[in-house]
């Protein structure tokens, strides 16, 4: 069974711009959750979605958004871009709730 | 408020020389304790799932074990491609919702 996908893998971005993260869950997992990483913060929650539905949010301006299609597939935006966007984003599958999540390998985003 | 704390931050191993890493715990309802293992610049790799007191779980050189307030991750006569932060989560009881708090990690160096 294929992993959890992540596109792009890397991105270089300037200040002020967007950028659209995508993630494809592992086939059958209905959650998806989004993480950001920076050294020494440790994992950090945005959000997660189940059933194309936000069920819970993480501590992170409206600058961050994200959604989830009817085929579990999820995108997270972030509008006006600020240099201390510079993580790896990760994104996480589940197939409910409660169940272990399975993390994909991320998107490196650099903030110029 | 619910916390996970992980010790030490760092830890360094002769190979061969086994020890133990340390998770924890306060939460209000214990739903599940997970361990993960990350390489630098990836995502984090499921190892283990607990759910009450007095389980354990094994997988090559690793054992996960669980008490009340908290877990150990064993490693026995470590190699040096053990070398990884290893992350510690806790799901408590959050009704409908997850909520899973994070740990910092552990980050472990074998030397050969």
């Known amino acids: 069974k294929a992993g959890v996908t992540q596109t792009p893998r890397y991105l270089i971005k300037t200040r002020g711009q967007q950028v659209t993260l995508s993630c494809s869950p592992i086939s059958g997992h209905r959650s998806v959750s989004w993480y950001q990483q920076t050294p020494g913060q440790g994992l950090q929650f945005l959000f997660e979605y189940f059933s194309e539905t936000q069920r819970n949010k993480g501590n992170f301006p409206g600058r961050f958004s994200g959604r989830q299609f009817s085929n579990s597939r999820s995108e997270m935006n972030v509008s006006t871009l600020e240099l201390g966007d510079s993580a790896l984003y990760l994104c996480a599958s589940s197939f409910g709730l409660e169940e272990t999540q399975y993390f994909g390998p991320g998107t490196r985003l650099l903030v110029l | ?112």
């Open chain 2, 1 to 112: 408020e619910d916390q996970v704390t992980q010790s030490p931050e760092a830890l360094r191993l002769q190979e061969g020389e086994s020890s133990s890493l340390n998770c924890s715990y306060t939460v209000s309802g214990l739903r599940g304790l997970f361990w993960y293992r990350q390489d630098p610049g990836k995502g984090p790799e499921f190892l283990f799932t607990l759910y009450s007191a007095g389980e354990e779980k094994e997988k090559e050189r690793l054992k996960a074990t669980l008490t009340k307030k908290e877990s150990f991750l064993h490693i026995t006569a470590p190699k040096p491609e053990d070398s990884a932060t290893y992350l510690c989560a806790v799901q408590a009881n959050a009704g409908n919702n997850r909520k899973l708090i994070w740990g910092l990690g552990t980050s472990l160096a074998v030397n050969p």
